[in-house]
């Protein structure tokens, strides 16, 4: 049961952080910065990134590898952990998470496409500048400022699909812990069997 409540910890908040993270990102596109980027960048790095952590960990510790599908007769890519556990999501909420994580994908390309072309918003003794690789052009305000919301679309938008990810996977890993939880046959001395929290793949 902790590993199951843990994980729902984790999705929520990787829910949060991604939800979060959009927020900030649809009043952007409007022209409003609500948050500057260094505070909503930690922030949600905060939230979100618990979460990956875990999940990156935890495929590490799940078989069959890559490398042993690709040396296996019999297995398929679709036998690897990240696909068994994320089949695991309704499909809906499937759906859902491509969804946005193709949006926050295609968000932060265009946001650091546009920055590598014109380069990063720098004030240096009170006058704005772009940073393009250490060479300093000057620049207006408004694009100054068009520059700075790119920043923060573009660092957002990337730990928008650290958070989607987080989300998904531990919200999969929580419900096939469940799961195996309510499939485990019951101690018959009235107990909660060994007392000792098991991973979703069945290892101690």
Request: aromatic share 12%; charged share 15%.
């Amino acid at each position: 049961m902790l590993l199951l409540r843990r994980h729902v910890v984790l999705a929520v908040m990787g829910g949060v952080g991604t939800a979060f993270a959009g927020v900030l990102i649809f009043v952007l596109y409007a022209g409003v910065l609500l948050v500057p980027v260094v505070v909503a960048g930690p922030l949600t790095a905060a939230l979100v990134l618990p979460g990956f952590i875990v999940s990156v960990l935890t495929l590490f510790r799940q078989e069959p590898s890559w490398r042993q599908i690709r040396r296996s007769p019999t297995l398929e890519w679709r036998h690897h952990p990240f696909f068994s556990n994320l089949s695991m999501l309704p499909d809906r909420a499937a759906l859902a998470a491509l969804a946005l994580f193709f949006l926050y994908f295609l968000t932060a390309l265009s946001s650091i496409i546009w920055l590598n072309d014109v380069g990063s918003p720098a004030i240096v003794d009170g006058q704005y500048f772009w940073n393009n690789h250490g060479h300093y052009i000057a620049a207006d305000r408004d694009m100054w400022e068009h520059a700075v919301f790119h920043q923060e679309k573009a660092v957002l938008s990337v730990l928008g699909l650290f958070g989607v990810f987080s989300a998904a996977f531990c919200a999969a890993t929580a419900i096939r812990a469940g799961q195996k939880d309510e499939s485990r046959p019951a101690d018959p001395s009235g107990g909660a069997g060994d007392g000792q929290d098991r991973d979703p793949d069945g290892d101690d």
